[in-house]
């Protein structure tokens, strides 16, 4: 597969990473990849039928919990992220978004590689003029300087959460997040003992 060699050259490179690192999750990887490189305004929340969004698995100093935002509008407990709006470094695009939704300055990237993929449906709303959609979620490992936070317009409710208490929710945790706490105790040990 060609690699484009504007913005997207980079996520690019760092899904072939993904891919090399994470065999289980070729095929995911490899749609978004596809997606990534055959689609020049992949980035834009205009391209109707899907568009990358970027998200953080925000962990707190300890390791030991996890930052979730209950979702205004799909009513699920999912990790801060969001639009790319136009920006090609998904990296900042998910710090940005754990910031805006969490009111938490300055989360620390543990890792510049990608820490999960995920493809997921956007119900359409109709009222909004939004037809139903993709988006590509690219997840990264983040780390809180602190546990204060603020509830923005996007969310019901924040909230720090152990990786046990995830399986307990009410509404329930999206599937997804639940991946993304069974991945982290590998990474805590690989990260959290720097």
């Known amino acids: ?22 065999p289980e999750r070729t095929d995911v990887a490899e749609r978004v990849l596809k997606f990534v490189c055959s689609t020049p305004d992949c ?27 209950l ?6 407990w999912v990790q801060p992220g969001g639009h790319a709006d136009g920006d090609g470094d998904v990296l900042r695009v998910a710090m940005r978004e754990a910031q805006e939704e969490s009111g938490i300055a300055d989360p620390v990237p543990l890792s510049t590689r990608i820490y999960d993929i995920d ?11 939004e037809p139903e959609h ?7 490992l983040l780390q809180a300087p602190h546990e204060q936070y603020v509830i923005s317009d996007e969310s019901d409710a924040l909230g720090w959460f152990s990786m046990e208490e995830l399986l307990h ?3 329930p945790a999206d599937a ?19």
């Not at 980035?43 to 300890?62: C, D, P, V």
């Not at 993709?134 to 990264?140: A, E, G, K």
């Open 43 to 69: 980035f834009e929340r205009s391209h109707e039928s899907g568009h990358i969004t970027g998200s953080a698995w925000l962990i707190n100093r300890n390791g030991d919990k996890t930052l979730l935002t």
């Open 1 to 22: 597969m060609d690699i484009p060699r504007d913005i997207r050259k980079q996520l690019c490179e760092q899904l072939l990473d993904y891919i090399a690192r994470t």
């Open 169 to 171: 929710l009410t509404p």
């Open 134 to 140: 993709l988006h590509y979620d690219i997840r990264y």
């Open 119 to 129: 493809i997921h449906t956007i119900p359409a709303r109709p009222q909004c003029g």
């Open 176 to 194: 997804a997040v639940l991946r993304l706490a069974a991945l982290w105790p590998q990474a805590k040990q690989e990260f959290m003992n720097m």
């Open 71 to 76: 979702h205004r509008k799909l009513k699920l």
